[in-house]
């Protein structure tokens, strides 16, 4: 039989409440899944917006990859961090002056070498590097190393997401989505072999508006005013994919979406 990766993939991280889901679900999934590498976009891991170093040595306890997104630059901490701590991800389409790196080869617990690739998407988004030309050098980069590559496209347009999986269908292992903090639920195999999902969701406050208190969400959309957003606390929950994959070809051969509320871990 071939050798299997199992990818455990989480979406973004809302704050303390994120963080509090994760370690609260993480065991129960381990247990069940048995994944070879643990990925989580952590790019509002800090108060809802942002990283810091504290945060990300924390959360590399349990996790292997941090991938993340168009807030990963909201805390200045986060740029001497991105420098110097390679598990952590900023998009690969932003301009290469930008500290840290877009991608990463970790080795997981079987000992298969495997590349993560963060892209971020334009359409709605930032009017940055174009994330196709990005991912058709950087994939052909990892390829020399390994046949099997996660990738992150954090964008905002379910299109640009959906047509991301087909550009790279048969290139790389997995596209996920991340950005918009709701889990949809068209996650398929593609024919070239590619996992794909539009968007894995999030880890925070269910009883949210996509991780933040629900009345500063309305009071935004009632006045059309700047308005300062903390991350809601109550009903945790985390959402995640976990993407079986042959070693030998990169291949996808399943993807599953996994949800874990309080309730179901007996809260």
């Known amino acids: 039989m071939p050798a299997k990766v199992g990818i455990l993939f989480i979406g973004d991280l809302i704050g303390r409440p994120g963080r509090s889901a994760l370690a609260k679900a993480l065991p129960a999934l381990t247990k069940k899944r048995r994944p070879t590498l643990v990925i989580a976009n952590g790019e509002n891991a800090a108060g809802g917006v942002g990283i810091t170093e504290e945060i990300g040595k924390d959360l590399f306890q349990s996790v292997d990859v941090l991938t993340s997104g168009n807030h990963v630059w909201d805390k200045k901490e986060a740029m001497e961090y991105l420098a110097k701590e390679p598990r952590l991800l900023r998009p690969a389409n932003y301009p290469p002056r930008n500290p840290g790196q877009g991608s990463v080869l970790v080795t997981d617990s079987g000992g298969v070498k495997i590349g993560v690739l963060n892209l971020q998407g334009r359409v709605f988004m930032e009017a940055i590097d174009c994330p196709f030309r990005t991912a058709d050098a950087e994939v052909e980069k990892l390829r020399r190393e390994t046949p099997v590559i996660i990738v992150d496209l954090h964008a905002e347009a379910t299109s640009e997401k959906q047509a991301m999986g087909w550009y790279l269908d048969g290139r790389v292992s997995a596209v996920v ?40 969400a309305i009071e935004k959309f009632l006045t059309a005013r700047p308005q300062r957003f903390e991350p809601e606390k109550g009903g945790l929950f985390l959402s995640a994919v976990f993407i079986e994959i042959d070693a030998d070809t990169g291949r996808a051969l399943s993807i599953t979406r996994e949800i874990v509320t309080e309730d179901e871990n007996g809260e």
């Open 177 to 216: 989505g991340t950005h918009t903090h709701v889990p949809t639920a068209d996650e398929r195999i593609l024919p070239g072999g590619t996992a794909f999902i539009t968007d894995v969701g999030m880890a925070g406050a269910r009883n949210s508006v996509i991780g933040i208190k629900r009345e500063q």
